[in-house]
């Protein structure tokens, strides 16, 4: 079955403890990128992925690293989470980064900080 | 960078009338306009996609229109049901040889009276 894979579903974790959330698809995708979605703010892009070694900022980046070593991984880094942080995250991917095609979401993963 | 707005931010209708929501948005070099729906709980997942080229698309009872001069496009559902009850969020992307990036509206929650 064609999916995009996010672990864990649910975190808390203390202010300061470096934590990463995976990101997997199995569908040969480009293009992934990972979202935070916050009441009233909708779903603001943090990192997107052109493709394997090419990460790039999107519009909320500060606080988070990602990596693209392989094409289907995309995991989240938050090195020192703070509370701000506490949101819903989503990881998407999309066929091709050069013409813009439906992305397909994960399940959400729902991180509090405290 | 890009701006999207969206109106209203809650909705509600009677089954079987029409429901419009608006999106604005500011980057002239934007060229792909998803629609996402949201149900509580679960994952976005794309109703309808228009691009640069098309003033409208539709596909059954939704109906998506552009207007680039304006820098606005609307999503139209006709005949609502229930089962049409989300959170729905409309986009702006564009792809250029320094990157891809989506931009979110911030939602509309539509409900459908019974």
């Known amino acids: 079955e064609a999916q995009v894979t996010q672990n864990p579903r649910y975190l808390i974790t203390v202010t300061g403890k470096k934590l990463t959330v995976t990101c997997s698809q199995n569908?040969?995708?480009?293009?992934m990128s990972w979202y935070r979605q916050d009441p009233g703010l909708g779903l603001r892009q943090i990192y997107y992925?052109?493709?394997?070694?090419?990460?790039d900022k999107g519009d909320v980046p500060e606080g988070y690293k990602v990596s693209r070593k392989e094409k289907r991984n995309f995991p989240l880094i938050l090195e020192s989470p703070s509370p701000n942080q506490t949101s819903l995250y989503f990881c998407?991917?999309?066929?091709?980064?050069?013409?813009?095609?439906?992305?397909?979401f994960g399940q959400g993963t729902r991180l509090t900080v405290v | 960078g890009e701006n999207v707005e969206q109106h209203p931010s809650t909705l509600s209708v009677q089954e079987g009338d029409s429901a419009v929501i608006k999106c604005t948005y500011s980057?002239?070099?934007?060229?792909?306009f998803p629609w996402y729906k949201q149900e509580l709980g679960k994952r976005p997942q794309l109703i309808i996609d228009?691009?640069?080229?098309?003033g409208e698309k539709k596909d059954q009872r939704i109906a998506v229109t552009l207007n680039k001069t304006a820098k606005h496009f609307s999503l139209h559902i006709t005949e609502t049901q229930p089962e049409d009850s989300a959170v729905y969020f409309c986009?702006?992307?564009?792809?250029?040889?320094?990157?891809?990036?989506?931009?979110f509206g911030t939602g509309t929650s539509l409900t459908v009276i019974p």
């Open positions: 998407a991917s999309s066929l091709s980064a050069a013409v813009n095609t439906e992305a397909f």
């Open positions: 980057d002239s070099a934007s060229n792909y």
């Open positions: 228009i691009r640069s080229n098309v």
């Open positions: 992925s052109m493709n394997v070694e090419v990460t």
């Open positions: 569908m040969n995708h480009e293009y």
């Open positions: 986009a702006a992307a564009s792809f250029s040889n320094t990157g891809n990036q989506f931009y």
